[in-house]
T-cell receptor, first 114, second 115 residues
């Protein structure tokens, strides 16, 4: 069965630190990949997405993610975090063409110290 | 604002009761997904509807059911509630052209507390 693993459950960083959140998935075919963010008390919002092409994708608020097919990974990065980045981050995988199947990781809680 | 509306925002009820959660998708979106979010299980897919028909089932209990109406709004019915059903229930919608063109748009969720 397909699955998504987010290795870090809880990350604490100081402002201006660099961020990398890991995401690995298990699925043999082609996939669409997403990162969603959930700010405290709010709904999930799309941060960025990968469908095809350049494996380095840029999203909103300075976030980027790199798809490494050989490693089945889609790690999220930001060079310098801000206090407002405090949120929960979810990686999600959708086998291409299967709109009924989008699997989320368990999320990573990011806490930025001011 | 995602355009997806969920009501009510909060629901407190007793064990054994039945509740109905409502979701209005984004204008033009035909697919509605229901998710349950709890601290220990993360975001769990429950069920998906597309243009009124059930399309996929996830980890949905038999005590739970859903439907999508002709106007595309959806309802999630939870019955014989147990303490463990306490969670945040999200609805999400996407367009007919598929997730690679229209990723999920989430509502603000309904927080269910079973006492």
């Amino acid at each position: 069965a397909q699955s998504v693993s987010q290795h870090n459950h809880h990350v604490i960083l100081s402002e201006a630190a660099s961020l990398e959140l890991g995401c690995n998935y298990s699925y043999g075919g082609t996939v669409n990949l997403f990162w969603y963010v959930q700010y405290p008390g709010q709904h999930l919002q799309l941060l960025l997405k990968y469908f095809s092409g350049d494996p380095l994708v840029k999203g909103i608020k300075g976030f980027e993610a790199e798809f490494i097919k050989s490693k089945f990974s889609f790690n999220l990065r930001k060079p310098s975090v801000q206090w407002s980045d405090t949120a929960e981050y979810f990686c999600a995988v959708n086998p291409t063409g299967r709109d009924d199947k989008i699997i989320f990781g368990k999320g990573t809680r990011l806490h930025i110290l001011p | 604002d995602s355009g997806v509306t969920q009501t009510p925002k909060h629901l407190i009820t007793a064990t054994g009761q039945r509740v109905t959660l409502r979701c209005s998708p984004r204008s033009g979106d035909l697919s509605v997904y229901w998710y349950q979010q709890s601290l220990d299980q993360g975001l769990q897919f429950l069920i998906q509807y597309y243009n009124g028909e059930e399309r996929a089932k996830g980890n949905i209990l038999e005590r739970f059911s859903a439907q999508q109406f002709p106007d595309l709004h959806s309802e999630l019915n939870l019955s014989s509630l147990e303490l463990g059903d306490s969670a945040l229930y999200f609805c999400a919608s996407s367009s007919a052209t598929g997730l690679n063109r229209s990723p999920l748009h989430f509502g603000n969720g309904t927080r269910l507390t079973v006492t």
